[in-house]
């Protein structure tokens, strides 16, 4: 937990270039699925709302991060645009088309309070570990 921790606190979250600073663009095969969790988590505190991207396979992954932080009570949908891109495909050369997804998540009115209530029960955890 501590190396997911220290990469969301390494992240680069303003891009210069005109990029979303609330955007995270999802993989299936870079990180485990709680890390992106978690950083929804610290942009959606930091900007209020999040936007969940994904290409093809790592669709699926960006569903299931969405619904765990609504069945968690922590977001609400605003916005799903699905559409498809254009890619290179660099081992033949040729375009193909990919499936892509954008949520748009917001923090529930009760945001606050849940991650604050999480943040003393970890804290309970980690003191009763080092007794």
């Given at each position: ?11 680069q ?11 995270i663009q ?5 990180k ?9 988590k ?10 969940l991207?994904?290409?093809g ?15 968690n009570?922590?977001?609400?949908e605003?916005?799903?645009t699905t ?8 081992s ?6 990919k499936a ?30 080092q007794?």
């Amino acid at each position: 937990m501590e190396e997911v921790t220290e990469g969301v606190n390494n992240l680069q979250i303003a891009d210069s270039d005109g990029h979303k600073k609330n955007r995270i663009q999802v993989s299936n095969t870079k990180k485990p699925l709680f890390f992106y969790v978690n950083l929804a988590k610290r942009y959606m505190q930091q900007h209020n709302e999040v936007e969940l991207s994904a290409l093809g396979m790592a669709i699926a992954t960006v569903v299931t991060i969405a619904e765990i932080l609504k069945n968690n009570g922590l977001a609400v949908e605003r916005k799903i645009t699905t559409s498809t891109v254009d890619i290179t495909d660099e081992s033949r050369g040729r375009p193909i088309q990919k499936a892509k997804i954008e949520i748009l998540l917001g923090k529930t009115e009760n945001f606050d309070e849940l991650m604050a209530a999480a943040a003393a029960e970890r804290e309970l955890a980690d003191g009763e570990e080092q007794n």
